[in-house]
């Protein structure tokens, strides 16, 4: 039977990265959407009469009271309650993509009033990088017409009574820690590891050849079919279920070579057999935010 499991989705992200056509796109799938509310009266709308519906919860950064790590607590508290399930839906965009936007409807971005609008999108990024690290869901609109990501918005949200089912991999490094709201882990670091290379250290496991060093190990064949047997049996019973949204994460020593790999190769397995799937690498997107990776 599916879950009757209230949801709450806290949808956040620089300005000019889409977040008000999510939110929309949320409420046309029956969510209650409500955006801009300050953090603080977020526990008082959650303490009060039983949901009917999911909640779609938009985070400003320009809120007086916004703090990115009292709405990691409070999303990690609500977590922590099994009557909740609540997840973080990042827009993120590059940062020419943001100024060509707000050069485009001239307006002055929120974080830099008087300053120039890359000034603001610098503070903006920064202020939200622990956050997107954060995030469930990770949605990049720079090549993205709003078309385009309220299409995305529903692929990963719609309805587990419509029979979707999202389907997300992710790679991390295990020096970092788990991912939070992954679902089923699986440890990469057995496989050959491209970093003793010195040709392949400095590429990722989204090179070519990257992934032939890592296929060239005699025990990724078995590993592969074994976690892709598992995954062609589990995904249909979770979809029976009303499940609306099953993680991987695949973890090596950096996250750079092996598991990002395997979860690309993974990925790429399911899309095939039909399964909508999002991809994503949590050290690289470290990297590439200039918060750094080891």
């Not at 009271?65 to 977590?79: H, P, Q």
């Not at 990963?156 to 295990?174: I, M, N, T």
């Not at 496991?205 to 079919?225: C, H, M, N, T, W």
């Not at 029976?240 to 750079?256: A, D, I, M, P, Y």
Request: charged fraction near 30%.
């Amino acid at each position: 039977m599916p879950s009757e499991q209230p949801r709450v989705v806290f949808v956040t992200g620089p300005s000019g990265a889409g977040r008000s056509t999510a939110i929309h796109a949320l409420e046309d799938l029956g969510f209650e959407a409500i955006d801009n509310l300050p953090l603080s009266l977020i526990p008082r709308l959650l303490s009060g009469p039983p949901m009917a519906r999911p909640l779609a919860l938009g985070v400003d950064p320009r809120n007086r009271d916004f703090d990115t790590t009292a709405m990691i607590g409070l999303v990690d508290k609500l977590n922590a309650n099994s009557e909740v399930e609540s997840s973080v839906l990042y827009l993120d965009a590059r940062a020419d993509t943001l100024l060509r936007r707000f050069s485009e409807t001239r307006r002055r971005h929120p974080l830099a009033p008087d300053d120039a609008p890359q000034d603001g999108i610098r503070r903006e990024f920064d202020l939200l990088a622990p956050l997107k690290v954060r995030a469930e869901f990770l949605i990049d609109t720079s090549e993205m017409t709003p078309h385009d990501l309220r299409a995305e918005v529903e692929s990963l949200f719609a309805p587990s009574d419509a029979g979707a089912l999202a389907v997300s991999v992710q790679s991390f490094s295990y020096k970092r820690g788990l991912p939070r709201g992954v679902d089923m882990v699986f440890d990469c670091r057995f496989l050959r590891n491209p970093h003793w290379d010195r040709e392949l250290r400095a590429l990722d496991g989204r090179d070519p050849k990257v992934e032939a060093y890592i296929e060239q190990d005699e025990k990724f064949a078995p590993f592969l079919s074994k976690l892709s047997d598992m995954s062609e049996f589990l995904l249909p019973a979770f979809k029976n279920e009303g499940k609306s949204h099953l993680s991987f994460g695949l973890g090596c020593t950096g996250g750079q070579h092996r598991s990002v790999a395997v979860a690309e190769i993974l990925a790429r397995t399911l899309a095939n057999k039909g399964w909508r799937v999002s991809i994503r690498h949590r050290e690289l997107e470290r990297r590439a935010s200039g918060a750094g990776a080891d």
